[in-house]
């Protein structure tokens, strides 16, 4: 009878590495594998011939390759405050896999962080402040060949209202992000507006005039630089719309009824009188917002009549949302075309652990049956020592 549980012991041991092998499969495909397989399902967006602006000076190399953008809204690093540590761990490593598997994928030239990349920026400390521009860093680290900008958000600096000096000081010394910002992109003739939403509220403020005097100064830079073109114009906030109701291609998580909900003013969007304001001055090409969270792509009448695209880009944080995405750009100096990427369904995730784990006890239980009632059968004699 002992020699029999000796004999049994080989297979008992090759019986639970296979099992280990498993476990350590399931783990490393629904945390590692299953962002690079879903990302693959998307692509930079190919430019159309027919898209082009011919009242535009198309680039002079015909050959010319686009200029690839992507763009991340709402991350919403947590701090010590709202979140628990093991929310904001999973949270973190989410972000991180797939931002590191979309920038692997995808080679973007520009990456663009549409405000809120901090969840409790407006209530911490300067230590924690610096703690979490570390974890920002770390979380979205970048090839030298790759430019990241960021853009204030309420949840960095606080709503108009409560923006205090120090707290707008501290995040445009991080992130080198004043009122108003331009980056032009010399190869392709493409300029980029980046504006603090906080900053155009109208009121005549100390906040507000430095955003006007800058707004000035950046347009008179770009209309006397000699090239050029109709900017592309970046805000956390929305440009003013009533509600999503007109909003186009929703996302199946996005209900109807928060469809029809009306958008409050310098709360949700931007006011109506900035925003005619933004688009008269600025006279955008096309624009991308962030801020509620969810996606939607609808339109603004420009002063020739000609229709401005907008893309509010959704939130890349799963804290938000079930389905978070980002979203591609491509783009020359006469057209452009915007892909919309998701990211794994953390329902997905979850699913996919319970399939591998169901998986796995009927192997436990059918495939690797003598082993497995073997080693029921040694523990139940307590004849093995393990």
Not at 81 to 96: A, I, N, S
Not at 222 to 250: E, M
Request: proline share 5%; net charge positive; charged share 20%.
């Amino acid at each position: 009878m002992k020699a029999i549980h000796v004999c049994c012991l080989p297979k008992m041991l090759h019986f639970l590495a296979k099992i280990l092998l498993l476990l350590i499969f399931i783990f490393i495909y629904c945390e590692f594998l299953i962002y690079y397989f879903v990302l693959l399902g998307c692509s930079w967006p190919q430019l159309s011939k027919l898209d082009q602006d011919f009242t535009v000076k198309p680039p002079n190399d015909p050959n010319q390759k686009p200029l690839h953008v992507m763009f991340i809204a709402d991350t919403h690093l947590l701090g010590s405050r709202e979140g628990h540590w093991f929310d904001k761990l999973r949270r973190e490593w989410q972000m991180y896999r797939s931002f590191q598997s979309a920038r692997f994928l995808f080679e973007p030239n520009i990456i663009f962080f549409l405000g809120d990349v901090t969840d409790e920026g407006k209530w911490c400390s300067d230590h924690e402040w610096e703690t979490t521009v570390q974890r920002f860093h770390s979380l979205f680290s970048i090839p030298i060949d790759t430019k990241i900008y960021v853009l204030a958000g309420n949840h960095d600096i606080g709503f108009h209202y409560d923006v205090s000096d120090g707290r707008l000081k501290r995040f445009e010394s991080s992130f080198h992000a004043p009122h108003v910002r331009s980056i032009t992109i010399d190869d392709n003739n493409i300029h980029f507006v980046l504006i603090n939403s906080m900053a155009f509220e109208g009121d005549q403020c100390r906040l507000c005039a430095r955003a006007e005097k800058e707004l000035s100064e950046v347009i008179n830079d770009l209309k006397q630089s000699g090239a050029w073109t109709k900017p592309i114009l970046l805000s956390h906030f929305p440009l003013y719309r009533v509600s999503d109701a007109n909003c186009s291609r929703w996302t199946q998580s996005s209900s109807s009824s928060s469809r029809i909900i009306p958008h409050k003013e310098r709360y949700d969007v931007l006011s109506k009188d900035a925003t005619e304001h933004l688009l008269k001055t600025i006279q955008p090409r096309l624009a991308f917002t962030a801020h509620t969270h969810d996606f939607c792509h609808t339109s603004h009448m420009g002063l020739n009549g000609k229709a401005i695209p907008e893309w509010t880009v959704p939130s890349f944080s799963w804290r938000n949302r079930d389905d978070p995405s980002l979203m591609l750009l491509s783009i020359t100096s006469n057209n452009e075309r915007v892909s919309h990427c998701y990211l794994p369904r953390e329902t997905t995730v979850f699913l996919s652990y319970g399939i591998g784990a169901l998986l796995l006890i009927l192997y436990m239980l059918f495939g690797g049956r003598r082993p497995f009632f073997l080693l029921a059968f040694c523990f139940l004699r307590r004849r093995i020592k393990f």
